[in-house]
């Protein structure tokens, strides 16, 4: 089992900036792909961007030079840095962590929340 715990979420104005985090344990952080998701009302939930164990990233096209996601595996921790926020940014934002072998060992954060608002 793996548990994991965001933070940083909150009020923001539009073009402002938020860095979420999130903390891992349970399980060894390094054998997991770990990834943020985003969940507005009404709206799919979405991948936002994923780092892989060596640093890899990949982002969602809407984010792309605007957020950045790194990863420290000494403190089981994976970030999130928002710049440039948007009010379409609005979201309950979710960490994901996959197991890089056993695919189907999958875990969720309960989520931090977003609003980008003036």
């Known amino acids: 089992q793996v548990q994991l715990v965001e933070s940083g979420g909150g009020l923001v104005q539009p073009g402002g900036s938020l860095r979420l985090s999130c903390a891992a344990s349970g399980s060894i952080f390094g054998l997991y792909v770990m990834g943020w998701y985003r969940q507005a009302p009404g709206k799919e939930r979405e991948l936002v961007a994923v780092?892989?164990?060596?640093?890899?990233?990949n982002y969602t096209d809407s984010v792309k030079g605007r957020f950045t996601i790194s990863r420290d595996n000494a403190k089981s921790t994976v970030y999130l840095q928002m710049n440039s926020l948007k009010p379409e940014d609005a979201a309950v934002y979710y960490c994901n962590a996959r197991h890089v072998v056993q695919r189907e060992k999958m875990y969720w954060g309960k989520g931090t929340l977003v609003t980008v608002s003036s």
């Open positions: 780092i892989r164990s060596g640093g890899s990233t």
